[in-house]
């Protein structure tokens, strides 16, 4: 009988191995006949990949970046939505034994080119509606979406042999959210994969017979890891929505292609369960990541979508590793606000007022270290090295782990990860803002919306066009998605004696579970 333990060694020995190729393991290795992924347009229209497929055209296109003198280790910006082209111009990068770096569409140029120069990344593969973004990035030459990726794609011949890295090979630099300083590199390694695996398998309980479904945009940790990596391992089709989110349209995709296995950020779930129209559903598996399910969504759900939704944790560093697992084999009776216990292959505590993973009862933990980033790795780790330190607070109760609070501040709207240091380095550029802190508060919808708090010039007034100016600001300078709900115009911020902004204090300004004022779409 086959344990979780022997389960554990063998997803190590698969994804870990010297000679591991990751374009064999994510699809040259499964049935060509077999459906990759679902590519679904917002009328609803569909177009269904091939493992077959995918192998021919990535490999075409592995050819016409080799001859563009793309090879092993350069990294490779990818600035692009959920459509074909992602997944063929990935799989094309990991032929040759290239480093993904992937790029958030919602991202303003400036975010954008502090990854790219931050990663040393000479190419970025778009598409039109991004390709402004990148016109002012200086050094890089730039694939577009249409004729000239059709043409890399079309005139080359396939690469008859992938590049095999093996399991220490990096696949991904990941930016982590940035807090007190620029976002860090995090760099995945093709072993990854066996966590992945691990935690579709035991906490998504993705079956051979799902039809899987996870709306997390593959700009971030959770959608790249688990709507297109953890599927591809395992040989899954995976159904990629290339179209804004809403209650309807989600519901409308789930009733016509039969979606029976979910995952979202609680922002959905909220946003489907404030909708009366939504009905019709029935799932087999329901779960959450990005930040803590509210009771509400769990009595919703039940009577909605015929489950529970479970909650799981995880980031950026490692994916998920606490579960409200689903598999028969690891799923326990639901605790309300429990984000479940540890997955298969890790070893969790409270450690220093931390949550904590043991490093030696961990063999599917695989981060070691950001990039060129010697002091935020230490602070990663205990002092003799045999804990990681997530930088989230918490408690255990009965074998089960509960989330406090995010020690480092990070803000999390709709399961993205949003640093204040980004948006307030964009606020203190305007000419009337002397000094800025930014906060999540509590919102209804999104879990977390961003609020500011502004100390201006001497002799400059808030106003509402002022407010409307400087979250313009943001939305042009940073991303579109994390400019600031609310301004609040302050004479002063609260701070300690060395000069750190006390951003606890700020919070207390509002009651928990209130919701933010709403100054925009």
């Not at 034994?97 to 778009?126: C, D, K, N, S, Y």
């Not at 691990?198 to 790249?224: C, H, K």
Request: with cysteine; aromatic share 8%.
């Amino acid at each position: 009988m086959t344990t979780l333990t022997d389960d554990v060694a063998r997803l190590l020995s698969t994804y870990g191995s010297a000679d591991a190729d990751l374009a064999a393991l994510l699809c040259d290795d499964h049935d060509p006949a077999a459906i990759a992924f679902t590519f679904i347009e917002g009328d609803l229209t569909a177009r269904d990949l091939t493992y077959g497929e995918l192998h021919e055209l990535s490999a075409r296109f592995a050819t016409g970046l080799a001859e563009m003198g793309v090879g092993r280790g350069d990294r490779v910006g990818v600035l692009m939505s959920k459509r074909l082209e992602l997944v063929v111009a990935l799989l094309g990068l990991w032929r040759l034994g290239a480093v993904h770096v992937p790029l958030f569409t919602a991202f303003a140029t400036p975010a954008i080119a502090m990854r790219v120069e931050a990663a040393q990344a000479r190419v970025v593969i778009t598409e039109t509606d991004q390709r402004e973004k990148l016109d002012s990035i200086e050094g890089i030459t730039v694939i577009e979406t249409g004729e000239g990726f059709d043409a890399l794609v079309r005139e080359h011949e396939p690469m008859a042999v992938s590049v095999a890295v093996g399991g220490d090979g990096v696949m991904i630099q990941l930016f982590t959210s940035g807090t007190t300083g620029k976002p860090k590199g995090v760099p995945v390694p093709v072993s990854a994969l066996a966590s992945f695996v691990a935690y579709m398998t035991y906490g998504l309980d993705v079956s051979e017979d799902d039809v899987f479904w996870n709306a997390a945009d593959p700009g971030w940790a959770y959608g790249l890891y688990y709507a297109i990596l953890g599927p591809m391992a395992m040989g899954r089709r995976s159904l990629m929505l290339h179209a804004g989110f809403t209650p309807a349209l989600t519901v409308a995709v789930m009733q016509k292609f039969q979606v029976t296995n979910f995952a979202a950020a609680p922002t959905v779930y909220r946003s489907l369960s404030k909708d009366p129209s939504v009905g019709g559903i029935t799932l087999r598996r329901a779960s959450s990541a990005g930040e803590p399910l509210t009771p509400d969504v769990l009595v919703w759900s039940e009577s909605a979508l015929g489950v529970p939704v479970r909650d799981h944790y995880g980031q950026t560093e490692h994916g998920m590793v606490i579960v409200n697992a689903w598999h028969d084999a690891v799923r326990e009776p639901l605790i309300p606000g429990s984000m479940g216990k540890p997955l298969p292959g890790f070893t969790a505590g409270v450690v220093e007022d931390q949550i904590g993973f043991e490093v030696a009862g961990s063999p599917l933990m695989w981060f070691t270290g950001y990039v060129d980033a010697p002091e935020k790795t230490a602070e990663r780790f205990t002092e003799d090295g045999s804990w990681y330190l997530t930088g989230d607070a918490g408690r255990i109760e009965n074998g089960s782990f509960f989330f406090s609070a995010r020690n480092d501040d990070v803000i999390i709207m709709a399961g993205y990860r949003i640093g204040p240091f980004d948006v307030e380095s964009v606020l203190v550029e305007h000419p009337s803002v002397m000094d800025v802190a930014v906060v999540g508060q509590p919102d209804d919808i999104r879990g977390e919306v961003i609020e500011a708090y502004v100390v201006l010039a001497e002799g400059v007034s808030g106003t509402p066009e002022l407010e409307s100016e400087l979250q313009q600001l943001v939305k042009s300078n940073f991303a579109a998605h994390a400019y600031p709900r609310t301004v609040h115009f302050v004479d002063a911020l609260p701070k300690t004696p060395s000069g750190k902004v006390q951003r606890f204090l700020l919070r207390r300004n509002r009651q928990p579970g209130s919701s933010a004022r709403n100054s925009g779409q």
